[in-house]
């Protein structure tokens, strides 16, 4: 055995793993330091990789300087030799494993010394980093509501909501605090409408959320029916445009119908015509139409379904009172977007921002909560609870904005 042992363990053998061990507990001891000086500097524990980047480089230093100038590293190996390689490669792997282990050694012995304590997630160290402008920590409601008007999310994300806690910089009112917590939902959990209340002690009280609305049927008028055909359309025409469905029939072509073209795909178009136009429209894979442009006096309908559309809020119908905050004040300076004002029967659609309001005028708002809250302050209960989130689910009038 005595034989065998000296056949494998050669005096290269030793002298390789002696020094391996020996550059280990330098790069050991070398993060040890710097973990410890960083502790004391900064109060914070020293990154991992300025940890492993601290000891291997004097290992690393170590034997560039030992190969620099010289064909050999250790006795009469070549440096270009799988035994040198080796060698190398076990020193990097044991000055790491060193390294990191130093890095948590030293950061623990500074904690020690100097009662450096890590701060919580809650209690009164936590509550001095959140005063410090750091991220403060939203509990969310034990229950997640469903938004009226929008279609219902997935079980499993009220799931992962209800009770659960939110990172957000650090606000100072709670119209911040709803901005802030709705962006953060929507984005993360795609959701289409959030619904926020915040109760007089700053906690959220409200949670009520849903899915973005997709397709084109809220935007149909009343009494209108969209229907996909196939035919040609003039190059003028696009979505949007009002248009004359016209069949062909016997060498010639005969009107079917009138409305307006809403989506284009190749061939296919999707149109909305009225109710009663529906049944003489063919819809088999081999009747096709031709698309003709209709004139038709110009209005803000489309503006103002667009605006409808892209806005992220909900439309609130107000009327300006003698003597009330909104009277003798200019449509600019209302907040939220003025979609139209109706005065003495006639509609003006997307006033200018210079028109004076009186009373008895009747507008139609479109903003955020709190803008519609400025806008209408009646509608806070007596108890002092907004219900101002959900006028979405409590008037007829309101009426949420969908996104494109």
Do not use: C
Request: hydrophobic share 45%.
């Amino acid at each position: 055995m005595s034989v065998i042992a000296q056949t494998v363990v050669t005096e290269w053998t030793e002298t390789a793993v002696r020094n391996v061990i020996g550059l280990a507990l330098l790069s050991g001891l070398v993060a040890t330091v710097v973990a410890f000086g960083y502790r004391i500097a900064s109060a914070r524990a020293l990154p991992v990789g300025v940890g492993l980047f601290a000891g291997l480089g004097v290992a690393l230093g170590w034997l560039n300087a030992v190969g620099l100038g010289r064909s050999t590293m250790i006795g009469g190996t070549p440096l270009v030799h799988y035994a040198t390689a080796a060698y190398v490669l076990g020193t990097i792997a044991a000055s790491a494993l060193s390294a990191e282990g130093g890095r948590r050694v030293g950061d623990r012995i500074a904690r020690d010394v100097f009662d450096i304590e890590r701060p919580g997630a809650s209690g009164e160290i936590a509550a001095l980093v959140r005063s410090a402008r750091l991220p403060s920590v939203v509990r969310l409601p034990d229950r997640i509501d469903d938004a009226a008007g929008y279609p219902p999310v997935e079980p499993s994300i009220k799931r992962d909501l209800a009770g659960g806690t939110v990172l957000l910089p650090q606000v100072d009112t709670d119209a911040a605090l709803r901005t802030r917590l709705s962006t953060r939902l929507e984005r993360d959990y795609d959701l289409g409408h959030v619904s926020i209340t915040v109760g007089a002690d700053g906690a959220i009280d409200r949670l009520a959320i849903g899915r973005a609305r997709s397709g084109i049927a809220a935007t149909i008028p009343p009494g209108s029916v969209a229907v996909a055909i196939r035919g040609e359309r003039a190059p003028a025409v696009g979505a949007g445009d009002p248009i004359e469905v016209w069949a062909p029939a016997d060498g010639s072509s005969r009107l079917v119908a009138t409305g307006r073209l809403w989506a284009i795909d190749g061939d296919a178009a999707t149109v909305a015509v009225d109710a009663d136009a529906v049944d003489r429209l063919g819809t088999g894979p081999d009747t096709r139409y031709r698309l003709a442009a209709r004139s038709e006096a110009p209005d803000d309908g489309f503006r103002l379904l667009a605006a409808l559309r892209a806005a992220d809020g909900t439309v609130r119908s107000v009327t300006v009172d003698d003597g009330g905050t909104l009277e003798n004040v200019f449509v600019g300076w209302v907040p939220g977007t003025v979609l139209a004002v109706v005065r003495d029967g006639e509609v003006r659609p997307f006033p200018a921002d210079n028109l004076t309001l009186r009373a008895g005028d009747d507008l139609s708002v479109l903003g955020t909560v709190d803008e519609l809250r400025s806008v209408s302050p009646g509608a806070d209960d007596r108890d002092g609870t907004d219900r101002t989130a959900d006028a979405d689910e409590s008037a007829s009038d309101r009426r949420p904005a969908t996104r494109p």
